[in-house]
């Protein structure tokens, strides 16, 4: 368990960069705080890159997809929802992010998952541009003025993909 808390605390502070005044930021999210049972259960997956000293630098992740988004048609049979993928500044435009997205489609491959579902924002540099060039499609993006959030799939996964 010890070796999860720098994992959470730098996606903690990951969130806060990311999201800075859009929400509250203080208290760790859900999946944050019951870090183990979410990742670390048979329908999760967290990937984690460190540097030479260990710190962590990088993080990737799904967990099972429950349905939340109730206008989407994205089943939550056998699909995962990709969350979590942070890469530090010092660490970007290296291919990190690419290599913990091929590391997570593996897993996600040898656990039978058929559909990954992930949702992003207009306001995260590249970050709709990252995941077309992975294979994803923007399913719907939303109209609201602060998040406009952008819903991605990429179904039918299989090893040749």
Sequence with gaps: METLAPVADFLQAARQAMFGDRVATTSPQADLRDFAKVYASSGGCM????????????????????????????????????VRLFIAPAWRRRGLAGVLFAQ???????????????????????AQMFWQQQGFVVLHQDADPLWQTIHMQMACLSPQD
Excluded: C, N, W
């Design 47 to 82: 990937l984690a890159a460190r540097d030479s000293s260990a710190a962590v630098v990088g993080s990737i992740a799904y967990r099972p997809y429950d349905g939340r988004f109730a206008q989407l048609d994205v089943p939550s049979a056998d699909t995962v929802e990709v």
């Design 104 to 126: 997570l489609k593996q897993h996600a491959l040898q656990h039978g998952v058929q559909r990954m579902y992930l949702h992003t924002h207009p306001f995260l540099p590249g």
